[in-house]
Each structure stands twice: as C-alpha cells, then as structure tokens.
C-alpha cells in the first residue's frame, strides 16, 4: 500500500513538472484566476472594514487605493475582483449618497492608482493611525 502512495505521489511531482496540454494550462489558468479574484474580494473588503473601523475623516481616497493596490497585486483575477467591486460601489453610492459626481469621479481615481500599482500613500490623511 505504502509503495503505491509512493508512486501516486511521484507521478504527481512528475506530472506537475512536465509540458502539459494547452487545455490543461487554460485550467489552471482558470484556477489561478479565481482565487486570485476571492483574494482580492478580500482584499476589497478589509479595506472597508479598515475603514470603517478608523472612522477618519478624509481617509475614504486613501482606504479605497490601499484595497485596489493590495487586490490588484494578486494578479489579473484581483485586479479584476477590485474593478468590479469598486464600479459596483461607486454606482450604488452615487445614486443613494448624495454626494455628487464630484466624489465619485475622485473616489474612481483613487480606485485607478491602486489598481494600476500606485502607492495608496498618496491619499493618506495626515493623522490617521499607522495601524492603518
């Protein structure tokens, strides 16, 4: 039994390192893009909460770079993860807050320096905790 868990395993080690088919390579592909995109859900989100959380005012440019950059790094499914999520938000907000096309056009360009690689330190707020 032992000799056969052994075999299984070095066939995977070997499989894993071979030139596998294209559709197999689309796959994993595929699977490395989802996760990519649940990370940087998550990403998304714990930047809201973070905000939320230091309650700043001043901080939303900041708290909205900072979970655009840190998604987008994950690669092409978090950076995918991060637009959807922020045009979602920004469309719900701007109809139900108020605030004006102002805002959202600010909060959208915050959300592009994130995504693109820029440093969210940018929209920082001088005072807010370092926590954060």
């Known amino acids: 039994m032992r000799l056969w868990v052994c075999i299984a395993l070095l066939s995977v080690v070997l499989c894993v390192s071979a030139e596998r088919p294209r559709i ?60 959807v999520i922020s045009d979602a938000r920004e469309r719900w907000q701007s109809g139900v807050s108020g605030r004006g096309a102002e805002d959202t056009r600010q909060d959208q360009e915050a959300n592009r320096w994130g995504r693109r690689g820029g440093d969210p330190n940018r929209y920082r707020p001088k005072g807010l905790p370092s926590k954060y």
């Open 24 to 83: 197999v390579r689309g796959i994993v592909q595929a699977g490395k893009f989802a996760r990519d995109a649940v990370g940087g859900a998550r990403d998304m989100y714990r930047a809201y909460k973070d905000m939320r959380e230091a309650n700043y005012r001043g901080a939303d440019k900041y708290f909205h770079a900072r979970g655009n950059y840190d998604a987008a790094r994950r690669g092409p499914g978090g950076a995918w993860a991060a637009r």
